[in-house]
């Protein structure tokens, strides 16, 4: 009889009589707005985690790798010999600093030295190219620019820049300058990036830098395997039968993996104050059921209905409403989503100044785990504010079903 009774109320409930129009439009109403809290929320964390795995692969494909092994130049032939199907590549690079400079102006760049061979298939999907990489004509060196450095220092593709390179080691080469000329220029979309690193050809960076100090060998790994890196490394060091010195991305590029960690749960912070005050606004359905239901609830518990009856039905129907908005909102962000990438891409075209120093060129990713959980922190804060609503039920005396209209 308890239960028949709150699903017969239930029902009334989440499907009004023809002759309650009003309360029918004042549900609908409540989901469309609900949907409309949720949208934004979806589309910011699909654009906020595109865009950190987008900068990240950046700077892992282009710049250090995911593995970074210190050995000797023989052993470093050996790596590139071994045999791993969680390796995607092993290449032998030296990498050093210096200044660029040009008649118009000067940078500060991280030089890295690679053969043509580096830049295989994952890494070109990260780059647009204007020239052939590395190609060497002549004499002088090589070394391919980004278009962000090359506006910079107003030089292209055959005009010749300085260096000025300073290695670790000053006691025995000193300051040298050099003189090189720009075979290529890249564009990887990332203006942090673009803006402070160029390639040289590695047979001649080996010249201005100490081998044995700014070499080392770069492992990227499959993408099915980033989460083994400490068991590949494991690997290799039984296969070689010694320790060497290593890093892994995360630890050669702290500051920005520890700036993505703090903006990533700094994000999720406000995502759960959004929520709040959602849930507020879901109280604020219940506080609104409640009051137009007032003389009905008398009714109810003059006729010997339960409190927790009452309560559990209009807890079910404003939790029903708050799901069907939750849904249709989280379904329609992505949609959206999904298409994100069309709009990114016209931004990135449009040349918006202001647009520049952002990353728009990214996967769009979207993690159902954190679209759960934000699902489920919804409906759990919503409980809470919907129930300390409810409450109000209990007060509600049998006397009130005398009140007028």
Request: net charge negative; hydrophobic share 50%.
């Amino acid at each position: 009889m308890k239960v028949s009774f709150s699903l017969w109320l239930y029902g009334h409930l989440i499907l009004p009589r023809e002759q309650t129009r009003y309360a029918t439009r004042r549900l609908l109403r409540s989901i469309v707005l609900i949907a409309v809290v949720m949208v934004p929320l979806v589309l910011a964390l699909i654009f906020m985690d595109g865009m950190m795995s987008g900068i990240t692969d950046k700077y892992i494909l282009l710049q250090d790798g995911h593995i970074q092994i210190y050995v000797s130049p023989e052993e470093e032939l050996l790596l590139n010999d071994f045999n791993d199907a969680r390796i995607a590549s092993a290449d032998q690079v030296v990498t050093g600093y210096g200044i660029i400079y040009s008649r118009e102006t000067t940078a500060e760049v991280k030089i890295k030295g690679v053969e043509t061979t580096y830049f295989n298939e994952m890494r070109r999907e990260q780059l647009e190219f204007t020239g052939e990489p590395l190609s060497q004509e002549g004499s002088l060196t090589t070394v391919m620019i980004s278009e962000v450095l090359s506006k910079t220092l107003g030089v292209g593709i055959g005009d010749r820049v300085a260096f000025m390179i300073v290695p670790e080691n000053t006691s025995r080469t000193g300051i040298r300058p050099v003189l090189a000329v720009v075979s290529a220029l890249y564009a990887s979309g990332y203006h942090e990036l673009d803006s402070s690193l160029i390639f040289m050809n590695r047979k001649d960076a080996v010249k201005y830098f100490p081998q044995r100090q700014n070499s080392y060998t770069e492992l990227l790994v499959k993408g099915s395997a980033v989460d083994q890196l400490a068991a590949i490394i494991e690997t290799l060091q039984v296969k070689f039968a010694q320790d060497f010195d290593y890093a892994t991305w995360d630890e050669f590029n702290t500051t920005v993996y520890q700036n993505f960690i703090t903006s990533r749960q700094v994000i999720l912070m406000v995502f759960l104050l959004i929520l709040l005050v959602a849930g507020v606004y879901v109280a604020s359905i219940a506080q609104e059921l409640v009051q137009d239901s007032m003389q009905a609830i008398a009714l109810f518990k003059t006729v010997g209905a339960l409190h927790t009856q009452l309560i559990a039905s209009y807890f079910a129907t404003v939790m029903t409403v708050t799901l069907l908005g939750l849904l249709c909102g989280m379904v329609i962000g992505v949609l959206i989503g999904s298409q994100l990438g069309v709009l990114l891409h016209w931004l990135g075209s449009s040349k918006i100044a202001g647009l520049q120093y952002y990353l728009l060129d990214f996967p769009i990713i979207i993690k159902w785990k954190d679209l759960l959980l934000i699902g489920l922190s919804m409906l759990g804060i919503s409980s809470v504010t919907v129930l300390c609503t409810l409450h109000r039920i209990r007060v509600i005396s049998p006397l009130e079903v005398l009140q007028q209209d």
